[in-house]
């Protein structure tokens, strides 16, 4: 049965999710599982969840035994790292991913795996023309994805993907690369492949909160420029450039400023300032440096991106 072959494996992280998970599973169910008539199965991956999320899985995997994986990891990895553990097992021809808060519609699914088995896309990705969510989402989400857009990827969509459908060859692409700190989304466009964008309209989270911090946020995005750019290693040469061309140019006034008796400003103030300035930059770019040295540490260590507690096939 482990063995076994099927079309389509859809991969659902679940992270305090408790009271959506059903919800979701029906949606997928009736919308996707049922039309489609085509082998398939469902992974839960249970990210460390401190509620009763286990318990709903459990419950539906009771009444879906033949359609429905578990898998238990041993504390929370991030969403990613889940989404790796259900790539580790998945049986799929293809592997779609979806989140278990019904903000993607499981329906596009059918389109996505249309393009895969139809028109032989390796890659198909839902983007997201809107989202029914707070300014602060809305606004930081544009930022972001439009910062990958210019220092990594030219083809991110604007509003980003969640939402992915991958081939089998591709699963195995990303599974093999085994980056300590993966950028998902990059690390799928990476690949090269032709990709298949399908456009929707992003819900308002039906139950529960995102626990997608400011903290977790900046960090996925300092992993995508670290790890697919050299732009803030540039920008710090860069600004060493501009800093020497600028002590030069003042090198000047100050030589021209005594030939024709002119006055400069003097002082301890001036001294404070521009050593203050010097110090804060210098400072920064350690801080660059250190992030690659920390990500390069990170990856010669050769942890595992997860630790899987059980599977219940």
Same mark, same amino acid.
């Given at each position: 049965?482990?063995?076994?072959?099927?079309?389509?494996?859809? $991969?659902?992280? =679940?992270?305090?999710?408790?009271?959506?998970?059903?919800?979701?599973?029906?949606?997928?169910?009736?919308?996707?599982?049922?039309?489609?008539?085509?082998?398939?199965?469902?992974?839960?991956?249970?990210?460390?969840?401190?509620?009763?999320?286990?318990?709903?899985?459990?419950?539906?995997?009771?009444?879906?035994?033949?359609?429905?994986?578990?898998?238990?990891?041993?504390? &929370?990895?991030?969403?990613?790292?889940?989404?790796?553990?259900?790539?580790?097992?998945?049986?799929?021809?293809?592997?779609?991913?979806?989140?278990?808060?019904?903000?993607?519609?499981?329906?596009?699914?059918?389109?996505?795996? /249309?393009?895969?088995? &139809?028109?032989?896309?390796?890659?198909?990705?839902?983007?997201?023309?809107?989202?029914?969510?707070?300014?602060?989402?809305?606004?930081?989400?544009?930022?972001?994805?439009?910062?990958?857009?210019?220092?990594?990827?030219? /083809?991110?969509?604007?509003?980003?993907?969640?939402?992915?459908? +991958?081939? &089998?060859?591709?699963? &195995?692409?990303?599974?093999?690369?085994?980056?300590? /700190?993966?950028?998902?989304?990059?690390? +799928?466009?990476?690949?090269?492949?032709?990709?298949?964008?399908?456009?929707?309209?992003?819900?308002?989270?039906?139950?529960?909160?995102?626990?997608?911090?400011?903290?977790?946020?900046?960090?996925?995005? $300092?992993?995508?420029?670290?790890?697919?750019?050299?732009?803030?290693?540039?920008?710090?040469?860069?600004?060493? +450039?501009?800093?020497?061309?600028?002590?030069?140019?003042?090198?000047?006034?100050?030589? =021209?400023?005594?030939?024709?008796?002119?006055?400069?400003?003097?002082?301890?103030?001036?001294?404070?300032?521009?050593?203050?300035?010097?110090?804060?930059?210098?400072?920064?770019?350690?801080?660059?440096?250190?992030?690659?040295?920390?990500?390069?540490?990170?990856?010669?260590?050769?942890?595992?991106?997860? $630790?899987?507690?059980?599977?219940?096939?």
């Amino acid at each position: 049965m482990d063995q076994e072959i099927v079309d389509y494996t859809i $991969i659902i992280p =679940v992270y305090f999710n408790e009271g959506s998970i059903t919800r979701t599973f029906e949606e997928v169910h009736s919308k996707v599982i049922t039309p489609n008539n085509r082998p398939c199965e469902v992974i839960f991956i249970d990210d460390g969840s401190k509620d009763n999320s286990l318990d709903e899985i459990f419950r539906l995997k009771d009444k879906y035994p033949q359609l429905i994986r578990a898998i238990k990891l041993t504390r &929370n990895f991030g969403q990613v790292p889940a989404m790796m553990a259900g790539y580790s097992i998945a049986r799929g021809k293809c592997i779609i991913n979806i989140s278990a808060d019904l903000q993607d519609p499981p329906e596009l699914i059918n389109q996505m795996i /249309n393009h895969y088995f &139809n028109d032989n896309y390796q890659i198909v990705v839902g983007t997201r023309l809107a989202r029914n969510e707070s300014w602060y989402r809305i606004i930081s989400s544009k930022l972001f994805y439009w910062m990958i857009q210019k220092m990594s990827f030219r /083809n991110m969509p604007p509003g980003g993907f969640d939402l992915a459908l +991958i081939s &089998n060859n591709v699963k &195995n692409i990303i599974l093999k690369n085994r980056e300590a /700190n993966p950028f998902w989304q990059g690390q +799928i466009l990476w690949t090269g492949y032709k990709v298949k964008f399908v456009p929707y309209t992003r819900r308002e989270r039906a139950i529960g909160k995102s626990r997608w911090t400011f903290p977790k946020l900046l960090k996925y995005l $300092i992993d995508s420029m670290m790890s697919y750019s050299y732009f803030p290693l540039r920008v710090m040469s860069v600004i060493g +450039i501009l800093l020497a061309l600028s002590g030069f140019v003042y090198a000047i006034v100050v030589l =021209v400023s005594r030939l024709t008796g002119g006055l400069l400003s003097t002082g301890w103030a001036p001294l404070m300032i521009v050593v203050l300035i010097l110090s804060g930059i210098q400072m920064l770019m350690l801080g660059v440096v250190g992030e690659y040295l920390w990500r390069a540490l990170d990856q010669v260590r050769d942890r595992p991106q997860f $630790i899987i507690d059980k599977v219940y096939d």
